[in-house]
């Protein structure tokens, strides 16, 4: 499905994520035009091989806003305005999705959330494989077009990435939980740190691989996050919470000598850490699923989000024509080894799944 597009996108916002998109199409073949809201950052991004050219590009065919959350509606829908009819898909890479998607509700704008990321700060922190083996989250409605839908899943696979995809209102729910409140909880120890290393000068020179490990992520852009934590309050606060819950139980188990419930939790979250979701597997560990899908709304957001609550990657989809009427079907790409809890959910949805290996091992 890649070949059939012209290879044509506008990035519009290039600082550090936007840059890093732009680096990893332009390294592929794609011809990426973008603007920012500084002329000057735009002109920089010509310069150091991010974008073909500053302005907009009524040939491409994908757009990314990637910009602060609270212009991504604006931009969103700018861009949507400009070219009425046109097959473009418009997505953002904003770390809150509800509001945006509400917002700007139009069936060729699908949220998007690399979970992907850099100590660096802006431009010059751009890198082409920023998103080799990341997460990449789209949050599909039941007003989303297929086709504008396998269209960008098929361009960010090709960035490398392992596309995920939840409802809005609960990606930032999850996000709260890996992306906001770690965050948070890294500038607040290393705020905490800094401060006792004004008592304690050596303090910091006794930070290792660990503490330098949990607290990596305070180092990126302070700007984003009033905005991101303004937009996903809720979420944050509750997580919060839980997370304030869980650390007095452990102060408490510390307190009272409870070593029994210290053991356990860190076994149970080490077990956890190891088992962290790996890369892409082999072709030979792939299966194709072919899923003919009625032609009425909501029907790819079904099918894909259902993949995403049983933590089944999807790793390629495309839509093919069906020999029966007024119907499509949907082919995906997903591990063999997880295929089988796809196809018996989407049997208890009434879709009836085809399953053939991709490739046998030689």
Not at 176 to 199: C, F, I, K
Request: proline content about 6%; some cysteine; aromatic content about 4%.
């Amino acid at each position: 499905m890649i070949d059939d597009l012209p290879r044509r996108a506008l990035i519009v916002g290039v600082g550090l994520i936007g840059g890093s998109i732009g680096l990893a199409l332009r390294q592929r073949g794609w011809y990426v035009s973008g603007r920012d809201m500084l002329e000057a950052r735009a002109k920089r991004a010509v310069e150091i091989g991010v974008l073909d050219a500053v302005g907009d590009d009524p040939e491409a065919q994908v757009v990314f806003i990637a910009t602060p959350v609270g212009s991504v509606v604006e931009e969103a829908k700018r861009e949507l305005a400009s070219y009425p009819g046109s097959d473009r898909v418009v997505t953002d890479v904003a770390g809150v999705k509800a509001a945006i998607v509400e917002a700007v509700d139009h069936p060729n704008f699908v949220g998007g959330h690399p979970m992907a990321g850099s100590e660096q700060v802006g431009l010059d922190g751009a890198h082409g494989d920023m998103f080799v083996g990341a997460t990449w989250v789209l949050t599909p409605t039941e007003r989303t077009d297929p086709h504008a839908y396998a269209r960008l899943q098929s361009v960010i696979s090709l960035l490398g990435a392992d596309v995920v995809a939840v409802p809005p209102a609960r990606h930032d729910i999850l996000v709260a939980m890996v992306s906001h409140v770690p965050h948070l909880t890294a500038s607040v120890l290393m705020d905490l740190a800094s401060q006792s290393a004004e008592d304690e000068p050596v303090l910091l020179r006794l930070a290792a691989g660990g503490f330098r490990d949990m607290t990596r992520v305070a180092a990126g852009h302070p700007g984003i996050w009033p905005e991101i934590c303004q937009e996903n309050s809720e979420a944050i606060v509750l997580m919060l919470d839980r997370l304030e819950d869980s650390l007095h139980k452990i102060r408490d188990s510390i307190s009272s000598g409870d070593r029994e419930y210290l053991s356990q939790l860190l076994g149970r979250a080490s077990k956890a850490r190891r088992n962290l979701p790996s890369k892409v597997p082999p072709p030979y560990r792939l299966v194709e699923m072919r899923v003919p899908v009625p032609d009425r709304l909501g029907v790819l957001a079904e099918v894909t989000t259902t993949a995403g609550d049983l933590g089944v990657n999807i790793f390629d989809l495309e839509i093919a024509h069906s020999q029966e009427g007024a119907k499509g079907v949907l082919v995906l790409i997903v591990d063999a080894e997880a295929s089988s809890r796809l196809e018996r959910a989407l049997g208890e949805k009434g879709y009836k799944v085809a399953t053939t290996p991709l490739e046998t091992k030689e």
